[in-house]
Each structure stands twice: as C-alpha cells, then as structure tokens.
C-alpha cells in the first residue's frame, strides 16, 4: 500500500485524518479498549478515593509464585492478581512509599479487602530476577519472581495495524528489541492512537510509550518493508 492509498485506508477504518501541510496528514485513532483488571466494588474503597495508584514502583508488571506453585500473584498497575486452589481475585493495591531496610526493600502501601483499605508492607528481597516477595495482607506466605512475561504492545487500532503491513507480530518484536536496550524496565508499550503519513512515500510515524518507570517514548516508522525504531529526546 503506497501513496495517497494509505491516508484512503486510515479514513476507511475510522482514523480522523487532518491535512498538515507538506505532504503529511495526522489520522487519529479511537485504539482498543483497555482491560480493566479492577472490578466495580474494588475501585472505591469507603472513604471514596480510588485504588489507581500514580506510581506502582517496581511491583507492576511482575508475576509471584508460592514456593508450592499452587498461587501467584499477578501485579497491574493498580491491581494484583491473585490466584489460588480457592479461586482467582483481582485485588486494588497502592504503593505509597519505599525504604531500605536490613538488606530488603520495603513498600509500604494498603491492599483494598472485605470493602475497606487496609495497611500493607510489600517485602522484596534478592537480586533482580531471584526475588523474593512477603506481604501479610496478601496471605503472608513468600512468593518468588515468576520469569518476566513477553513484550506486549497495548491500545493499538488494527486500523493502524492495517496501515503498517498488517504484521503485529513484526511491529511488536520490532518495539521490544529497541526497548531491552533503551528500556529494560519496559515489559510492554501503548500506542499514544495517532500516525503521520507521508503523502509522497506513504511513510507512516508514530509514537509508543513505553510501561518502565521514565514512561520512555519511542517513535516507530514503516517505509512499506521493515520498521526503523528511535527514541525521543
């Protein structure tokens, strides 16, 4: 898909596609909806304030196994998933602080259980990789880091999928490779739901931002045959 064709495309799946001048067009996308991982009751603890916390520090994103292997945890940004011989749960955490204490790091934050928030310390010892996490409100029981799970990119419109080969796979490796080297933190990227085509080329730009602690943005570009990958700033 060359040219012209490229902007006919982006208007055909739903982009808005705004003319800039030289040559170039904006098309912004609605992207997918999200998976919420906290569900109704969770969100508001009784005193009315929400469970999405402004930095979940070093916890979102990994995956915890008791050493029977019968439960994990699975952390969101604002959620743990815990799961269980008993049953799955999603429950609203919050980080609210960290320190160093005797060789461990220790977050402390609140778990939201039995409709109300309670006070939590998350425990992390070990080395990056080989840690081991304690949290009473959360059973008690040690849980040690689950391998890191792939790279995922996340609120991509197919219709931007479309413009750019109709790979995912190609765009996603593409995306993950850059960020192991500019953002080892980064265990997955959003689309920020808008592309530039290059009229002339049919050259389509567009920015990510990556899931690491610096929120790295990174700009990817199809030419019609492979993806060149760079960050920005």
Same mark, same amino acid.
Request: hydrophobic fraction near 40%; include cysteine.
């Given at each position: 898909?060359?040219?012209?064709?490229?902007?006919?495309?982006? @208007?055909?799946?739903?982009?808005?596609?705004i003319?800039?001048?030289?040559?170039?067009?904006?098309?912004?996308?609605?992207?997918e909806?999200?998976? %919420?991982?906290?569900?109704?009751?969770?969100?508001?603890?009784?005193?009315?304030?929400?469970?999405?916390?402004?930095?979940?520090?070093?916890?979102?994103?990994?995956?915890?196994?008791?050493?029977?292997?019968?439960?994990?945890?699975?952390?969101?940004?604002?959620?743990?998933r815990?799961?269980?011989?008993?049953?799955?749960?999603?429950?609203?955490?919050?980080?609210?602080?960290?320190?160093?204490?005797?060789?461990?790091?220790?977050?402390?934050?609140?778990?939201f259980?039995?409709?109300?928030?309670?006070?939590?310390s998350?425990?992390?010892?070990?080395?990056?990789?080989? %840690?081991?996490?304690?949290?009473?409100?959360?059973?008690?029981?040690?849980f040690?880091?689950?391998?890191?799970?792939?790279?995922?990119?996340?609120?991509?419109?197919?219709?931007?999928?479309?413009?750019?080969?109709?790979? %995912?796979?190609?765009?996603?490796?593409?995306?993950?490779?850059?960020? %192991?080297?500019?953002?080892?933190?980064?265990?997955?990227?959003?689309?920020?739901?808008?592309?530039? @085509?290059?009229y002339?080329?049919?050259?389509?730009?567009?920015?990510?931002?990556?899931?690491?602690?610096?929120?790295?943005?990174?700009?990817?570009s199809?030419?019609?045959?492979?993806?060149?990958?760079?960050?920005?700033?």
């Open positions: 898909m060359r040219r012209g064709n490229k902007v006919v495309a982006a @208007i055909a799946v739903g982009a808005l596609a003319a800039l001048g030289s040559g170039v067009v904006r098309c912004a996308f609605r992207g909806e999200p998976a %919420r991982e906290v569900t109704g009751e969770g969100t508001t603890g009784s005193d009315g304030e929400g469970a999405e916390s402004e930095d979940a520090g070093p916890l979102a994103g990994t995956s915890w196994s008791s050493g029977s292997g019968e439960a994990s945890l699975t952390f969101g940004e604002s959620s743990v815990i799961e269980s011989p008993s049953g799955t749960s999603d429950v609203p955490y919050e980080v609210l602080g960290e320190y160093e204490a005797q060789n461990a790091t220790v977050l402390s934050g609140r778990v259980l039995g409709g109300a928030w309670a006070d939590a998350f425990i992390l010892e070990g080395e990056e990789g080989s %840690r081991r996490l304690d949290c009473d409100a959360l059973g008690g029981s040690p040690t880091e689950a391998p890191a799970q792939g790279f995922a990119l996340s609120e991509v419109d197919p219709g931007f999928i479309e413009l750019v080969g109709g790979d %995912r796979g190609a765009l996603e490796a593409a995306v993950a490779e850059w960020a %192991r080297g500019n953002a080892p933190g980064a265990t997955g990227a959003s689309f920020d739901r808008e592309a530039y @085509i290059d002339a080329s049919g050259q389509v730009t567009a920015t990510f931002t990556c899931s690491d602690p610096a929120a790295t943005e990174v700009t990817v199809y030419d019609g045959s492979a993806f060149s990958v760079w960050g920005i700033g």
